[in-house]
């Protein structure tokens, strides 16, 4: 499978995801149409798994990202955020292709709509629990702000793999501006990791 896959990926940067095909995959990956059908029912189920690769490799180097960070603020954590979507986007271009470039299969807009909604959970956990964010940030303008942070990714994507930077830049003020609205002080001028566990710890 995973052979599959790593020719998709490079078949869908090459080529574009609408010139990709079943048999095309198959003749690149040197195997049987056939063996393709053992694993896949069409190759919209393909650009599928591959989609839930990159974006599981996403998420870890996300958590990983955050939970590496000397201080936690409102910027901190949006800015890193944004900047591990970029590592993983930058190694793998397939899914710029599939999702900046190509939003034709409903799957994989469906997915996508659920993950933003497990990344906003996410997100607003941690900064919750660090004491950066006040009661007016709820849920709600948590995934707000994830949504317009998707919307950012895709203008800056639109037309090339590498990303406009200023688009990239000037998005991350917006998101950054926009949740400082609800930010305590903490979540302007930054604390410790260590300082907001012991503040979860007593309001638990």
Known sequence: MATILDTTAALVVADGVDALSTRRIATAAG????????????????????????????????????????????????????????????????????????????????????????????????????????????????????EVGDRILEQAFRDSFTGDQRAIDDGIEMLVGYLERFATDAGRDGVSPRMSDRSARRSA
Request: net charge neutral; hydrophobic share 50%.
């Open 31 to 146: 195997v049987p149409v056939a063996s393709i059908y053992q694993y896949f029912a069409d190759k919209e189920e393909i650009i599928l798994e591959l989609v839930k690769r990159d974006t599981a490799e996403m998420d870890e180097h996300v958590a990983a990202t955050v939970a590496a960070l000397g201080t936690l603020s409102i910027r901190s954590v949006v800015t890193a955020t944004m900047r591990a979507f970029l590592d993983v986007y930058e190694r793998r271009k397939e899914f710029v292709a599939i999702y900046f470039h190509g939003r034709s299969n409903r799957a994989v807009i469906e997915f996508c709509r659920e993950r933003n909604q497990r990344i906003a959970e996410n997100l607003h956990a941690v900064m919750w629990q660090a004491g950066l964010l006040t009661a007016d940030a709820d849920l709600a303008r948590g995934r707000f702000a994830v």
